[in-house]
C-alpha cells in the first residue's frame, strides 16, 4: 500500500513538474525558436515554389519561342505588305479578275472579251482563263488612255515556250511593233535553253532601239509555275517585275499610242506570236507603282481582296 502510494505520489510529482517546466521562460524560448525555424522554412520551401513555376513558365516560352517568332514575323510581315497597298487602287485602269467567269473590269469600265478562251480553269486565285495558243486571247476593243507612266500586268503559268521563233506574248497592245506596250517571252538569247524555261522582257514598240546587248538579260521563268511579271515604265526607263522581285530595266522607255486595243495573247500578231497557258489578276494602272507595292501584289496576292 504505501509502495503503491508512493509510486503515485512519484508519477504525480513528475506531471507537475513537467508541466511546470512546459510553462517555464527556457520552454517558451525554446518553443518560439522551433515557430520560428518552421516558419524560416516555409518561407524557403515557398520561394522555391515560386522559382520552380517561374522556371517551368520560362522553359515552356523557350519551347514554343520559334514557332511563335515565325508566326510574328509573317503577320508583321502580312501588315506591312497591306500597308502597301493602302493606295494600290489609284490610277488602276483595269482589273480582270476573272472569277466570275467573264472578262468584266473591277471598275465595271473597260470590260474586255474572249477569243477561243476557256474561262473555268482553275486561276492563281479563284477562276483563270486558259489560252490554247494561235488566236486564243483576251481583248479590250479599244484602247486605254495611259502615258509613259504605266504598270501592267498580272499571273501567268505557262504551259510551255513551244511559240513561234520563241516568242511567247503575255500582255500586249494591238500593234506592239509600233510604239506599243508588251510583255513577252524570248529564248532566242538564253542559252540552253528548253521548252521548261526561258527569260521574260519588257516591251514599248522601240523598233530602232531594239538589241539584244540594250534588252539585257530578262528575268528567267520556268513553264507550269505560277509567276507575277509586271512591266513597269517611269517615262525613263522601262523595268521587270517578276515574282516581288525587280530584273533588268532597259533605257528605251517611250509614250506610246493610247488608241489601240489592248490584251492577253496574239491580238494583232494572233496567228504569228501567241502562248499557251493560264492567265489571272489582270491589271493596268496609269502611273508607276512603288516598289513596296509591286512586292506586295506577290507577296500577299489575294489577301488584298
Not at 482553275?122 to 489560252?131: T, V
Request: net charge negative.
Amino acid at each position: 500500500m504505501e509502495k503503491a502510494q508512493g509510486t503515485f505520489w512519484n508519477q504525480a510529482k513528475h506531471s507537475f513538474v513537467g508541466v511546470m517546466n512546459l510553462s517555464s521562460p527556457q520552454s517558451s524560448i525554446k518553443k518560439a525558436r522551433a515557430q520560428g525555424a518552421i516558419e524560416y522554412l516555409l518561407i524557403i520551401a515557398a520561394a522555391v515554389l515560386v522559382v520552380s513555376i517561374v522556371i517551368i513558365a520560362v522553359t515552356g516560352a523557350l519551347g514554343g519561342g520559334q514557332n511563335q517568332t515565325d508566326a510574328s514575323i509573317t503577320s508583321q510581315g502580312n501588315s506591312f505588305s497591306k500597308l502597301a497597298l493602302t493606295n494600290i487602287e489609284d490610277n488602276m485602269v483595269l482589273y480582270w479578275k476573272l472569277n466570275d467567269g467573264t472578262v468584266n473590269d473591277y471598275f465595271e469600265i473597260n470590260n474586255g472579251s474572249t477569243s477561243n478562251v476557256d474561262l473555268g480553269v482553275q486561276g492563281k486565285y479563284g477562276k483563270g482563263a486558259k489560252l490554247s495558243g494561235p488566236n486564243s486571247y483576251l481583248i479590250l476593243s479599244r484602247g486605254i488612255a495611259i502615258g509613259n507612266n504605266v504598270t501592267y500586268g498580272g499571273w501567268v503559268k505557262f504551259d510551255n515556250f513551244d511559240c513561234p521563233d520563241n516568242y511567247c506574248v503575255f500582255v500586249e497592245q494591238d500593234g506592239a511593233d509600233e510604239d506599243s506596250y508588251q510583255i513577252y517571252t524570248d529564248a532566242t538569247n538564253f542559252r540552253g535553253a528548253t521548252s521548261s524555261e526561258s527569260k521574260v522582257y519588257c516591251w514599248d514598240g522601240d523598233v530602232d532601239n531594239y538589241s539584244a546587248s540594250i534588252m539585257g538579260e530578262g528575268y528567267l521563268v520556268s513553264a507550269e509555275v505560277w509567276h507575277n511579271i509586271l512591266c513597269v515604265h517611269n517615262g525613263e526607263e522601262m523595268c521587270v517585275w517578276v515574282d516581288g522581285k525587280k530584273g533588268d530595266c532597259w533605257d528605251t522607255s517611250k509614250e506610246v499610242n493610247s488608241n489601240v486595243h489592248f490584251g492577253v495573247g496574239g491580238l494583232k500578231e494572233m496567228s504569228e506570236y501567241w502562248m499557251q497557258g493560264t492567265v489571272d489578276e489582270i491589271m493596268v494602272w496609269n502611273r508607276t507603282l512603288k516598289d513596296s507595292e509591286l512586292k506586295a501584289l506577290f507577296e500577299i496576292g489575294a489577301e488584298i481582296r
